[in-house]
Nanobody
């Protein structure tokens, strides 16, 4: 099992920034990648960004140039720095532990509790 604990959501004005954190514990040697997803009511959860154990990153088109995913291997923590936030970024953000095969990210059934991000004036 892998346990994930998120922090860092909140309310921010358009153009503002937030940083989300996801601390992993447990059998982390069983995964080789981490991802951030987001979900709004009535829609499917979508992959926003992921990072592999080799620090290879990938982003959903709407967040490229604004969001940055990074990791601290000593702290077993993954971050999502979100800049120039827009109202359409409003969602519940979830951390996931998964697998990257060199081409695509595959989520495993390890999820954080979710953290609300609201972008509004």
């Amino acid at each position: 099992q892998v346990q994930l604990v998120e922090s860092g959501g909140g309310l921010v004005q358009p153009g503002g920034s937030l940083r989300l954190s996801c601390a992993a514990s447990g059998r982390i040697f069983t995964i080789n990648a981490m991802g951030w997803y987001r979900q709004v009511p009535g829609k499917q959860r979508e992959l926003v960004a992921h990072i592999s154990s080799g620090d290879r990153t990938n982003y959903e088109d709407s967040v490229k140039g604004r969001f940055t995913i990074s990791r601290d291997n000593v702290k077993n923590t993954v971050y999502l720095q979100m800049n120039n936030l827009k109202p359409e970024d409003t969602a519940v953000y979830y951390c996931n532990a998964g697998y990257f095969d060199g081409s695509a990210y595959f989520p495993r059934n390890y999820w954080g509790q979710g953290t609300q991000v609201t972008v509004s004036s």
